[in-house]
Structure formats: C-alpha cells, structure tokens
C-alpha cells in the first residue's frame, strides 16, 4: 500500500495529481492498493481515459474495514457537538471550494456545469442540515409506575457499507454520509467505477473538517468488491443506490451471510399526468424536468407522460419546439443543457430502446440522433427523444430506460390516467399538473409512489425523504427518517424497588 499524504490541495482542485496517483482513501490518507484487477477512468465528454486505477481485493476490504471499525467506536463517544461542528464546517468547505469540485463532477459523469454546482450545493444543504439533527435523536423516558420506568436510546449501528451510482456521484455520497456520521457511524463508501472521483475531494474535504481518519474511507471496487465488502462480518448496515437487479442480489447477500439491515433505492418507471386544466407551460417545463435533467439518467425521472386528450394536440407542439432548441455541448461551459451520457456502452443502450420502440410502432417525433461537439467527437453526446404511439406491450413503456426518452401517452379520464401511470411494479415517483387542488390531493393519494409532484418535478430537499415502493426497493435517504436506518433502538427497564418474586 503506497501512502500519499496531503495529495489534494483544496485551494487547487482542478490542478490536483489525483488521477495519476490515488483511487483510495483509507484511515485518513490517499493510497494506491496494488492489485491485477484495473479499471480505466474515462471522461465522458470527450471519451478519452483519464487514468488507471486498481479495484480493492477481498484483503484490501479487510484492511479498510477494520480500520473504520476501529474509528468508529471512539467516533461513537464523540458528542453532539463535535460532530456538529465537524458537518457544519464540511457543508462550510463543499460552499467554499463548490466551482472546482463541480467541474471534477462535471469532468467525471458529463453532465452540464450548472448542474454540477446545483449538485454540490444540494451537498452544502444536506451536512448543514444533519449538524443540527441532534434532538431528533433523543430517546425516550416511559414511566411505568411507582417504582419502575423504561428508557430508550439511540445507538449507531457501527460500520455503514455505502454503495453509490454513478449517476449523482457527490450528492449520492453525501446523501448517505452525511445522516451516518451524524449518528456516529463510520462508512466505507463504493463509488461506482463510471464516476468515482469526487467521493475523494469529499473525503479530503471532511478530513480537512475535522473528521477523525478512518471514520470515512472510499474503496474503488467492482460487483466483486462490493460482495467483499457487505459479507464481511465488521459491516453492520449497508446502503445501496442502483439497479433493481443489483439491489436484489445485495439483499440476498445480506440475508445469506450474516444478517444485517438494508436500504435500496433502486430504479423507477414513472409517470407525470398532464390534466385538462393544467398550465401548458408550466407542464412542458414539468415533462422536461422529469426527462432531460442530466441527460434524463434519473432513477426518478418520469419518462411515460400522461397527456389529456383535449390539450394534447397543444403541449406535442410546444414540447417539440422547447426540446429541439436545447443545447447541446461541451459540459463544462456554462451555456450547456444537455451534457454527455455516462459511457458509450450506456448510450447504445438508450439507442437501442428507441429503435425497439420504432420497431415495435412508436413514431419519432425529434431527437434520438447522435451529436458531434466540435472538439470531443468521441464524447457520449445523444439528442433528446420524444416517442409517441406507444402502447402497453412496447418494452419502453415497461422497462426503466434511464436517458432522455420520453413517451407521450394520451389519456382520457382520471381513473384511466391514474391505472396507466400505476401499471409498473415499480413505484419510486409520479407526477401531475394541475390547478385543481381537490384533484391533486385525490390523485396523489392514488398513487403507488414514495414520492409525489405537483406542479413541478425532481424536486429533492434534505429535510424531506426520498425512497420508493415496491421494485423500487425500501428504505430512505433525507429528511429525519434516515436516522432510523442509522441507528439501533435499546430499551432499558429500570426498577427503582426490591424485584417481586412470582414463584
């Protein structure tokens, strides 16, 4: 294990020798593990490699997991607030140094450099908001009579093994960071090989916070890696952004091996239900948000849009026209809207569902065409696509596409509307426009969905919780809520009195 101490300089993030040196993070100090198995971290926007790193071995997870184990019980008696203060100056930093970890975003997933700084500010709000979650946390006093009470309390699980995608490389980290060491935790974090650089600015910048080395650690890994990771006997929790095939053997393996609690967001096939009554504007900003926002590779994204037959004929046109005019670019100018796709291998996927869906009877309306940026020809550039003429046997209207496709579907009446937007076994999020209040609280209701929007879309907040039902998995990230997959409940039984003999 090579150890290299001081490796990023905050104060010069776009300057720093990261790639060239370091895939880990390991008890406070960047490093590089040898191993046989190699990765080549590329740059979407351009296609080109940016560096060779190497995944962690099954002795290499061992290391790390021990040491986070280590870190961890003496980060357990840390108080309140320590770590307060220590998630406070981590959302301080995030703040501070937001330009240069967003262009790292936007250099390692491709997605516009607005979007990056939207991304790293979310991270700002998220440390701000667990530094003072402390009350949240508190136990419970039961008196049960004269001379007896119970209390409880709240302990932290121990180690979290945390498993991100690659599609919100920061903020997913962040969203599983921060509550857990709010709770006082250690994690291990997993990015994934598409996008697995900012985990380390972040973990260098929590460092730089005051975070005490081995409580956050970040291991390069593939599948392999990451079964390492959540059979070994010192993880107590594990959570897991991703495929809803992935998420299933991640629950199996936690059941198999050693018991042990798990969160999984997985994927979603949503929809966004456009009302006769609905501000036409506003629902085309709506279907745009809930379909091109980081080239639509969005688990939440609602790609089947729901639209009343009497104004159909009206949101196509000003759908068309708003989508056709978005700009395509290079992701790191600021004028970009719709940035590169993950990775070629991803963005033949996408290809490939629109030209199932046009061979299966859907018709092409714009978009869906490859795009050459002057300067990055080999970057994973697609056009935003809109289909219409789809059908409940069409494989888009099943599967979760996760790129900017979106489907037009007319519909007639609310109940018709509401069984098309449910005929998934997915039920991560939906949405409707409307200006009916009675209607959006009557629909939203029937909605199978962790997550409901009315007259907006994607909208997310660290104070409220993001999850989903059914194939969508279970669990939460955000909002107080989390806490509870962070923590384990004692209940303690106090007699104050002599114990009652009852033989």
Known sequence: MRIFPNLINLN???????????????????????????????????????????YATRDQVDLTVKEAKKAQKQWAKSSWM??????????????????????????????????????????????????????????????????????TRRLPVGVVAAIGAWNYPIQTCSWKTAPALACGNAVIYKPSPLSPVTALILAEILKSAGLP??????????????????????????????????GKKIMKACADRNIKPVTLELGGKSALIVFDDADIDSAVSCAMMANFYSQGQVCSNASKVLVHKSVLKEFTKKLVDHTQKMKIGDPLKEDTQVGSHISAEHRNKVEGYISTAIAEGATKLCGGDRVAVHGLENGFYLSPCILTGITPKMTVYREEIFGSVLLIIPFDTEDEAIKIANDTDMGLAAGLVTKDLSRSYRVSEQLNAG?????????????????????????????????????????????????PNPF
């Not at 300057?15 to 895939?23: R, Y």
């Not at 975003?105 to 908001?129: H, M, Q, R, W």
């Not at 956050?216 to 390492?228: L, Y």
Request: a negative charge; hydrophobic letters at 35%; charged letters at 20%.
């Open 12 to 54: 010069s993030l776009t300057e720093t020798k990261l790639l060239e040196l370091s895939s880990h993070f390991v008890a406070g100090n960047h490093v590089e593990f040898p191993s046989d198995r190699k990765f080549e971290v590329i740059e979407p926007r351009s296609g080109k490699p940016m560096a060779t790193w190497h």
């Open 82 to 151: 320590e770590r307060s203060e220590i998630l406070k100056k981590t959302g301080d930093l995030l703040k501070t140094h937001c330009n240069d970890i967003a262009y790292w975003e936007c250099i390692s997933n491709g997605k516009p450099i607005a979007e990056a700084k939207a991304d790293v500010l979310s991270c700002v709000d998220t440390f701000y908001f667990y530094s003072g979650i402390a009350s949240d946390l508190l136990g419970q006093h039961v008196p049960l009579d004269a001379s007896r009470y119970a209390y």
């Open 213 to 246: 080395d081995g409580v956050f650690n970040v291991i390069q890994g593939d599948a392999e890696t990451a079964q390492d990771l959540i059979h070994h006997d010192g993880v107590s929790k594990v959570s897991f952004t991703g495929s809803i095939p992935t």
């Open 451 to 499: 997550n409901v929007y009315v007259n907006t879309y994607n909208d997310v907040s660290p104070l409220v919780p993001f999850g989903g039902v059914g194939e969508s998995g279970f669990g939460r990230e955000n909002g107080t809520a989390v806490l509870e997959h962070y923590t384990h409940l004692k209940s303690v039984f106090v007699n104050t009195g002599t114990c």
